[in-house]
Nanobody, 123 residues
């Protein structure tokens, strides 16, 4: 059984920065693509960023110049560094572990999910 635990969310003012973490427990995530998604109230889960085991990265257009995804395989932890946050970045942020080794933005390719961490961008 794989368990993902996100942390690092909170209330932040527009223009601020946050770093989210996702600790993988139960199985080493090495070899699989991992990703971050966001879900705003009343909306579908939206892809933000993904990283392969060899460090390939892919971002959704609205975040590619502001967010950075990284992973520490030794610590089995995924990160999302977010800069220049906007009110529209508000939502619950989820990390996911894919069943694939290639980069994928489709939620259906992610088998394991964390419980989510709330990010609220507001003045």
């Amino acid at each position: 059984q794989v368990r993902l635990v996100e942390s690092g969310g909170g209330l932040i003012q527009p223009g601020g920065s946050l770093r989210l973490s996702c600790k993988v427990a139960g199985r080493n995530s090495r070899g699989n693509t991992m990703g971050w998604f966001r879900q705003a109230p009343g909306k579908a889960r939206q892809f933000l960023a993904a990283i392969s085991d060899v460090g390939g990265r892919y971002y959704e257009d609205s975040v590619k110049d502001r967010f950075t995804i990284s992973r520490d395989s030794a610590e089995n932890t995924l990160y999302l560094q977010m800069y220049s946050l906007k009110p529209e970045d508000t939502g619950v942020y989820y990390c996911g572990a894919s069943t694939k080794t290639v980069i994928t933005a489709s939620p259906s390719d992610y088998r394991y999910w964390g419980q989510g961490t709330q990010v609220t961008v507001s003045s």
